[in-house]
Structure formats: C-alpha cells, structure tokens
Nanobody, 117 residues
Framework: QVQLVESGGGWVRPGESLRLSCLSS????????MGWYRQAPGKQRELVAT???????NYADSAKGRFAISRDNTKNTVSLQMNSLKPEDTAVYYC???????????WGQGTQVTVSS
C-alpha cells in the first residue's frame, strides 16, 4: 500500500501563487509517474501535470506557462508551483502516483485550492 499526503492548499486572490507538495510513503525511485489532478465542483477529475521517473513533464493546456511540476526522489516528494492563479483554478487538487507494470494508480486525499477576490 502507498500513502500520498498533500499539503499547501489554501485560499488566494487571483494572480497570486501557491505551492502544493505531496509526500509519498513509497520510495519515489520506485514510482513510474507522479502527478497532480484536480476536480472542481460538478466536474470530472482532470489532469493538471505529470512527471516521469526521467523527469519528462506533461501539462494540461490550462497549466502551461503558469504551473511547474517537480519531483525530489531523495525526499519522496512531488510538488506543483502554481503562479498567476485564476478563479477557474479553484478545485480539490489530488496527488497521483503510478506504480508497477501495468501501472496501478494511487491517490492522495486531496487539498482544496480556492482562488477568489
């Protein structure tokens, strides 16, 4: 079993920044891909950004140019730096880890991000 614990959510005004972090109970060197997804009220969960074990990144169009994903395998963490936040970024953000082959998905409990004036 793998536990993922997110932190760093909160309330900010439009244009401000937040940094989310996720700590894995599993050695990150053994995790294929780590990433962030989000789910707004009434909407399906959607990809925000992912990063592979060789640090290849992938971003949703809505995140490109504003968000940056990173991982530190020595600390078993994945982080998401979110800049120039918009009200439409308001959602619960979930940490995800894909482990093994075929990969199994593991999820954190989610952290709320609210962007409003």
């Amino acid at each position: 079993q793998v536990q993922l614990v997110e932190s760093g959510g909160g309330w900010v005004r439009p244009g401000e920044s937040l940094r989310l972090s996720c700590l894995s109970s599993r050695n990150a060197f053994n995790i294929n891909t780590m990433g962030w997804y989000r789910q707004a009220p009434g909407k399906q969960r959607e990809l925000v950004a992912t990063i592979t074990g060789i640090y290849t990144t992938n971003y949703a169009d809505s995140a490109k140019g504003r968000f940056a994903i990173s991982r530190d395998n020595t600390k078993n963490t994945v982080s998401l730096q979110m800049n120039s936040l918009k009200p439409e970024d308001t959602a619960v953000y979930y940490c995800n880890a894909k482990i093994g082959y075929p990969p199994l998905d593991y999820w954190g409990q989610g952290t709320q991000v609210t962007v409003s004036s």
